[in-house]
Structure formats: C-alpha cells, structure tokens
C-alpha cells in the first residue's frame, strides 16, 4: 500500500475543480476557475460532496458511487464521466477515460476539456508529459486549487522540489480547510530530511480529518518520520494507532486489516525484533480467510505471509525454516501461471534476503539484481550484497540510488538511513 503518484492521482484526480461553488460561468470575483458545463444542480452539489470527500482522503466504494450518481444526475456532464473513470479500478477504467475525453471535446468548455486531456496524459504511460499542460492550466485558471496540486505532485515525482511546494502553498491560499495538501507539504519536508516539521505538519493534518475516516497517508507519514529518527516505538504506536481507524471506519479501502500488520512486520523485523515481526505476520493474516476477499486474493496474501515468515526466520536463524517458506512461495507462483509472473521480483527478493542472512553473498547478488529496480529497500540490500562481496564501487552507486530516491514510502524510509550511514563509510 504505497502513496506512489500515479496511486494518488487516481483518486485524487478525481477532484478537477475548487470546490465551494466554483465553475459558474458568470463568476466576476475571485481568480478565474474552470467552467462547469452543467445545469443540474444535483450533479453540482454531488460534485462538491465528491471534492471534499477525496481532500479529506474518504475514498473506497461510497466515493465510487457518488462520482457515478454524479454521472447519472447529467449524462453529457464531461466531468462527471471523467470522475466514474477515476474511481474505477483498472482495466475498465481506461475505456471510461477514452470515453470522457470524447464527451469533453464534443460537450465542456474549453477549461474542461482541457483538464480531461491532460488528465488522460497524466494517467498514462508518461505523467510527467501533463506537467506543460497543467501549467499552461494554472495560468489562466489561478484560481483552479485541484490544478495546482497535481501540478505539485507531478514535479515532487521529478524532484523539483522547491516548485512543487510553491504549488501546494498556491492550493492552500485558494482553500486550506482539509488535509490532503497538508499531507502533500509534510511529504516533501520529509524528504528534504526536517523531519520535525514534517510530523508537525502531518499531525495538523491529522486533526482535520473528519471523524471515521482512515488517515492512511498522515498515520503512515507519522511513522516515516520517526524511522528516520531512529524511534521505532513511536513508529510503531504509530502504525497501531492506524490499525484501531481502519477497523473503525470498516476497513474503507476493501481489504482487511493484514496490510497494516504486515507494515509493523517490517519496522519490527529492521530494527532487529524479528520474533515480534514473526508474530505481527502471524497476527495480520488472521483477518484474511474470514474476509470478503476473493479466493485469488486471499492466496495472494498468503504468499505474502509465507514472503514474511521467510525473512522473519532468517533473521532468526532459522536458515533452513526459511528456505522452506521460499520454497512454498516458489511453488505458489509457478502454479500461478500468467498471474503468477508479476510475483517474479518478490521471490527474488526473498530469496536475495535469505542467501545474504545466510552468508552466501554470491548467491544473493544473483537473487537480488533481478528485483524490483525502482524499490529502495531492494537496492539497499543489493547494495549490501555488492559491499558484502567486496564490490565498493557497485556499492557506492546502489547506496546513492537509494538515498537519492523521492519515494515517500515506508521502502525508503527503511532503507535511507542506513544508506546514508554506508555512503559516509566506504
């Protein structure tokens, strides 16, 4: 459950124009905002409940099905069309994006239409091709909060920065009511290393979070920051906290409560409390064969339980228990043909973490070149394979991969400081 961009813009695309009455065509006052090409008044309050649902992270089916009354309240309404492809998993949801963008240029205004587009660029191959568009958008639609903060987020994704957080600031002048943008700031003050204002401003964030609501990015942020300060406790209280709202709010996003669980796995199983990771991998996958997943699902999450008793073990000692967890995932992903392929770099990454607990780095090296490249974490332990093995120069680059990573992730924040503390070494 990462908060990579294209994650986050698939919801939050979903929030094309300031909300609090904005887009009548006749507005004289304030910065110029979008258009809305639309004469229902039901499709305009939908809209507006729709927007501060998605700034105020409730997301999950009853956002879904909103973006679809909206939809239904105006057929020709390009907006609404677009909303009911944001809020659709995938692959359905790309046919629902080909099919706003031709209602947008055959139905909305100018302002509309072009926001459509570039969100259908935004959402392809290329994100960041959306970033000229977008900023030709804010231009002569200043006044357009959503514009600025995707703008924001797809310069963050190219590290620029010092621009993204001008946009952001730009959002919370227009409106800084909910939390959403908050969250965006505290993200790149975490990056920048402050970690302090950060927290802060994750935590002031987390106060405007309407009441039932599962705060995923700012409980997760919270922890983040703390990881890089070392104070794995608080971390964790953290990520437990998080565990009591998402059964609250009643487990909003689909899914049972595993995800967390396996998330306190990890900051307990590097920070060298593997029994206590052992137990939390235990203890998640008990909300899985009683849940409403799907039998597909449900056997994923099991092969991520055997993935996180397997390193748990090494850690441990416990090489040749381990190796049988490998051996079990290994198996599961072969009998899952097709499916099974995309779990190729996982295995490979518990394979790679086994062979280098083990002691046997070369073994390792071959494991962990084949996984996931864009993974920090991944790359911190190639990179102690490659140092393992003697190989400082191979080292030294893998550690900077690492540490010049923008992900705000918790594979970073595991991985960053001790690649920080290796570059300073070698």
């Known amino acids: 459950m990462s908060i990579g961009l294209l994650a986050v813009l698939a919801t939050a695309a979903a929030a094309p124009a300031a909300w609090a009455g904005a887009g ?60 009911v492809s944001a809020t659709t998993p995938p692959p359905e949801n790309r046919k629902l994006l080909a099919q706003a963008v031709e209602l947008a240029r055959k139905k909305a205004s100018d302002g509309e239409r072009r926001f459509i587009e570039t969100m ?65 700031l505290a993200a790149l003050a975490l990056l920048k290393g402050d970690y302090a204002r950060a927290r802060a401003s994750y935590e002031s964030a987390l106060k405007a979070v309407p009441a039932g609501v599962a705060p995923f990015q700012l409980r997760n942020g919270i922890a983040y920051t703390y990881l890089y300060e070392g104070k794995v406790d608080e971390a964790l209280a953290s990520l437990q906290a998080f565990v009591e709202d998402y059964k609250k709010a009643g487990s909003p996003f689909g899914i049972p409560e595993v995800f967390v669980w396996n998330a306190i796995g990890r900051v307990n199983l590097e920070n060298g409390r593997a029994a206590e990771a052992l137990k939390a991998y235990e203890k998640g996958y008990e909300s899985v064969p009683g849940s409403g997943l799907d039998e597909t699902e449900k056997k994923i999450w099991l092969g991520r339980l055997h993935h996180g008793r397997g390193r748990a073990l090494a850690r441990l000692g416990r090489h040749e228990e381990a190796w049988k967890e490998a051996a079990t995932l290994r198996k599961m992903i072969d009998e899952g043909g097709e499916r099974g392929k995309e779990f190729e770099p996982a295995y490979h990454y518990l394979a790679g973490y086994l062979k280098l607990e083990a002691g046997d780095t070369k073994a390792a090296l071959e494991h962990l070149q084949q996984t996931d490249k864009d993974n920090p974490f991944h790359r911190l332990l190639l990179a102690r394979a490659y140092e393992r093995n003697g190989d400082k120069q191979n080292a030294r680059k893998t550690y900077e991969e690492v540490v010049a990573s923008t992900q705000n992730n918790l594979e970073r924040a595991l991985a960053y400081p001790e690649a920080k503390r290796r570059l300073a070494a070698l």
């Open 24 to 83: 009548d065509a006749g507005q004289a006052q304030g910065p110029r905002k979008l258009e809305w090409t639309t004469t229902s008044q039901e499709a305009r309050d939908g809209l507006t409940e729709l927007q501060r649902r998605i700034e105020s992270f409730q997301g999950g089916r009853p956002t879904a099905e909103l973006a679809k009354k909206v939809a239904a309240a105006d057929p020709e309404f390009a907006l609404g069309a677009y909303y």
């Open 120 to 184: 259908a660029i935004v959402r392809g191959d290329k994100p960041a091709d959306g970033i000229e568009p977008l900023r030709a958008l804010a231009r002569d639609y200043p006044g357009e909060r959503i514009v600025h903060v995707l703008l924001g987020q797809l310069l963050a994704d190219q590290k620029q920065l010092e621009e993204a957080r001008a946009e952001y600031e730009k959002a919370n002048a227009l409106d800084a009511s909910t939390p959403r943008v908050h969250s965006l």
